[in-house]
């Protein structure tokens, strides 16, 4: 039984009532619950979809990829997959800076800026379930575009390399029905001043994900997930000169304090679970975008 509401039915849908009882017309397409045959449910569904019995993927005995899998929000993520016994590889420029990791977490050595290392470890490490890249690239300019070193604006595009380089080269090891998700940021369509080169590198790696999602539809899933302020050791700053910090880059946020790493991955996992998310991007950011 499915049921349609508000948008006017196509007009060769078989309805038993219909055929059954001539009043049936009279009654607005717009509140009737629809019995649909098989016959035009078949035909209306594309062939080259697969269709999931369950449309929640559970994470337990896959594999998983991590890239900046070793801190922060890519650290929070690897603890949350292996949680769920998913069999996990974290990868970082220094792996020693996860710490203690569970027993079904392992960790390797990858710059994602050098195209053969990442292309050569994918191989390595497929057949892959789930992928995932955090790794920043590098750091990014901040400041009034019109007075920013331009080296420094290209550099700030390191993130998209490297994102570049995972989705090129491991989407064709990931298992039909798997997903990559990769992490952009809330200024990509919210810019404040100074914001200029993290906007344009955040747009850039949701405008790449969009654009992907088409290539490798319906085989596999590809997401965005975009933080706002997140209290992560990427920040230096510690004791009351953090918190003064956060506060002040919070406090006309619709919630008026620094996300945390456990939170964004909670976004990250929604979409690798989600069989019904492709091409989007999630916001994590304290109501950043209305801010």
């Known amino acids: 039984m499915l049921a349609f509401s508000w948008f006017n039915l196509p007009q060769n849908v078989d309805t038993a009532s219909k055929q059954q009882q001539g009043a049936a017309k009279d009654v607005p397409l717009w509140t009737c619950q629809l019995e649909v045959s098989s016959r035009n449910l078949k035909r209306r569904t594309p062939s080259r979809v697969h269709l999931r019995k369950d449309f929640d993927m559970n994470v337990s005995g896959k594999k998983a990829v991590i890239f900046g899998g070793t801190s922060g929000i890519g650290l929070a993520t690897t603890q949350m997959l292996a949680d769920g016994d998913a069999t996990v590889v974290a990868v970082s420029r220094d792996p020693s800076k996860a710490g203690k990791l569970p027993a079904n977490v392992t960790t390797r050595s990858c710059d994602v800026l050098d195209e053969a290392a990442v292309a050569a470890l994918l191989n390595d490490l497929g057949p892959i379930d789930i992928l995932v ?131 964004v991955a909670e976004g990250i996992l929604f979409v690798i679970k989600n069989d019904f998310v492709t091409g989007t991007t999630v916001d994590v950011d304290g109501g950043w975008l209305l801010s």
């Open 133 to 263: 890249s955090c790794a920043t690239g590098g750091e990014r300019a901040i400041g009034p575009f019109l007075k920013m070193d331009m080296d420094g604006y290209k550099a700030s595009f390191d993130k998209l390399w490297g994102y570049a380089n995972v989705v090129r080269h491991g989407a064709g090891h990931v298992v039909d029905g798997g997903s990559i998700t990769l992490v952009s940021g809330a200024p990509a369509r919210n810019c404040q001043p100074g914001q200029s080169a993290l906007s344009s590198v955040g747009s850039a790696v949701e405008a790449m994900a969009r654009a992907v999602a088409r290539e490798v539809a319906p085989r596999i899933r590809i997401n965005v997930v975009s933080p706002g302020i997140i209290d992560t050791p990427m920040v230096s700053a510690q004791g009351a000169e953090r918190k003064a910090l956060y506060d002040d880059m919070t406090q006309d946020h619709l919630i008026p304090r620094a996300g945390t790493a456990n939170e």
